[in-house]
């Protein structure tokens, strides 16, 4: 099992940043790839971002040029750098992984993970 724990959530003004850690643990040498989703009130669970095991990244269309996905594969931990930040990034940000080897890329939906983490609310004001 591999046990994800987000952190660095919060409320921040329009145009401000905010940085996001996983600390994942547990049987961490089957990580793939990683990811974070955000779900918004009334919306489905969406990729915001993925990183696969070499550092290729993918990032939603939304976001891109605005956040930066990164790992730390010797702290086993993933990151979320948001810059100018809107309110619609308002959502409850979920970090993910995908455990042992596969060539389809990129990772997008949410069923192609394998574990979760609770979640951090994430509150974009105008």
């Known amino acids: 099992q591999v046990h994800l724990v987000e952190s660095g959530g919060g409320l921040v003004q329009a145009g401000g940043s905010l940085r996001l850690s996983c600390a994942a643990s547990?049987?961490?040498?089957?990580?793939?790839?990683m990811a974070w989703f955000r779900q918004a009130p009334g919306k489905q669970r969406e990729l915001v971002a993925a990183?696969?095991?070499?550092?290729?990244?993918h990032y939603a269309d939304s976001v891109t040029g605005r956040f930066a996905i990164s790992r730390d594969n010797a702290k086993n931990t993933l990151f979320l750098q948001m810059n100018s930040l809107k309110p619609e990034d308002t959502a409850v940000y979920y970090c993910?992984?995908?455990?042992?080897?596969?060539?389809?890329?990129?990772?997008?939906?949410?069923?192609?993970?394998?574990?979760w983490g609770q979640g951090t609310q994430v509150t974009v004001s105008s």
């Open positions: 990183i696969d095991s070499g550092g290729r990244t």
């Open positions: 547990g049987s961490i040498f089957g990580i793939n790839a």
């Open positions: 993910a992984t995908v455990t042992g080897r596969g060539s389809v890329w990129p990772k997008s939906e949410p069923y192609e993970y394998d574990y």
